[in-house]
């Protein structure tokens, strides 16, 4: 079987090898900029200096004869507009498969493609840009919108020193960050959509994700002290307008407010990033009026690069502790009395040979208050014991060949699932039966 496994995994990064095409095919950021890929990230979707620059003045910055324009009086609106359209697209294909299989399910599954995205991302005018992503799910079978940041920027002079300035629209909190300790863009960046995952998270680790409309500002000083904050409200993409709420587990009742506040130290050699975010949600699951349930997540984060000759160096770190009052759960026999709450933690370091190759190894652990009901027995998804606690290792190689083009291997391992290391949800799963070994080949172009 093992054996097996591994001409499997042979053939997946042969296949892969075959389709790289022979000439380099750059996506739209980088036909606006006329940079390459490394201009912006060390590998995608890590940042490095001028990537953060280029994201804090709303995907703006553009290369000498890429714009139609016109000049603008007090009469006449002027136009800044570029010349290609700025459309990329994005294809991933995986094999995905767990050391034991899922009950009645296919192990080792091949995706063909596991999704494809389309992204409008560019500037749209002088101050005005995006980074739109539109996804077709294979296991849905349509497109829908994904993460999405539609941003206007500008700077000015205070006190001396730049000030950067804008205002964002997007769909998923954190995903307006600069930083990639923050979960929106937070390691692992890859993932796989077919192997278990922990029950237990923070309603800020991607619980709202694409499923908000949110509207905020944020504002860096000299290129070290950043402020953001943005205003959430449900948008529950697929459902009647008015929503009825009847589709969702959350539903926002007034707005949750998001903040954010970090600090950057940036040298010749290293950035050094030390912040802090949180959330503020009440909502009502399964509805638009009644009982509500409230959350309140925050914590530290800190983002580290050292550049090494032509190798970068990455260790970043995150923490968020989430105080929930599940009334409405309660009532409707969801969860039981009294306050909740859950701890997750995250690190990684990472090292980048070049743009070329980069391994990465992180540690996250989630725990907090056990709850039978909340975390009820079931298979592979349940808590045998009602515990929140899930602990474990991912590690990352990634090889690319051309800087459009990754082929990764991820492998993750479990040494607690849901409250348990043996027998955690009451079916003679244990977790690391979960152990999940991932390859992927992802095309952008």
Known sequence: MRRSILLCAAAFFAGAWALVPGAVALPSYARQTGLPCSGCHTTPPELNNGGRLFKLLGY?????????TAEGNTRRSPLNLLQSFPLSVFLETSITGTKTP???TQNWNAEFPQDVSLFLAGAWASHVGSFLQITYDPQGDHFSMDNTDIRYANKTKMGGKEFDFGVTMNNNPTLE???NATPAWGYPFIANDSAPGPTASPVINGQLATDVAGLG???MWDQHVYVAGTLYRSDHIGDTQPTTGLCCSYNVRGVAPYWRMAFQQTGQTGNLEVGAYGLHMKSTPGGVTGAEDSYTDFGPDIDYERTLGKDVLSVRASYVRENADLVASTANGAASPGPHHLNASNANVGYHFGNRFSGTLGWFLT?????PLLYAPASISG???GGARSEGFITNVSYWPWQNIDLA???TNYTRFNGGATNYDGSLRNASDNNTLYLLARFVF
């Open 60 to 68: 703006t910055d553009r290369a000498q004869n890429t714009s139609i």
């Open 177 to 179: 960050d600069l930083w």
């Open 102 to 104: 899922q009950p009645a």
């Open 217 to 219: 500002g944020y504002a």
């Open 383 to 385: 808590s045998a014991n």
């Open 409 to 411: 291997a991820q492998y």
């Open 367 to 371: 725990d907090g208050t056990n709850d």
